[in-house]
Structures are given as C-alpha cells and as structure tokens.
C-alpha cells in the first residue's frame, strides 16, 4: 500500500518533472532556472507539505 507521504512525494516529482518539461518546451528560461524550479517543485515542496501533514496528524 502507497503510503501519504510516499504518494505526496510521487505526485510532486511527477509534477516537478511536468512543469521542468513544458518550462524548457515553452519558455527561452535558462537551464539553472529550470534546474531550480524542478528542485523546489520536486524536493523542497512535498518535504515541507509532509512535515505540516505530520505535524498536524500529531496533534
């Protein structure tokens, strides 16, 4: 079974590879912006998502 925090981080990393893809495809924006978007999309923002939900489950 796919647990919530597993699945919010699949659902942002698949979003982060989306919005990385169709950036590149539509836009003239370098590939460090790109790169940076993907991480802040893909990494930085299902982690902290999870901590709020964790922290909230706890109370």
């Known amino acids: ?3 919530r925090s597993n ?3 699949l659902s942002f ?3 982060g590879m989306v919005v ?5 495809a539509l836009t003239n924006l370098s590939d460090a912006v790109l790169i940076g978007v993907l991480i802040l999309v893909g990494v930085v923002a299902p982690q ?5 939900l ?4 706890a109370d």
Do not use: H, K, P, Q
């Open 20 to 24: 990385w893809f169709l950036g590149g």
């Open 54 to 57: 964790d922290d909230r489950d």
């Open 13 to 15: 990393a698949t979003l």
């Open 7 to 9: 699945a919010v981080i």
């Open 1 to 3: 079974m796919l647990s």
């Open 48 to 52: 902290l998502l999870n901590e709020y």
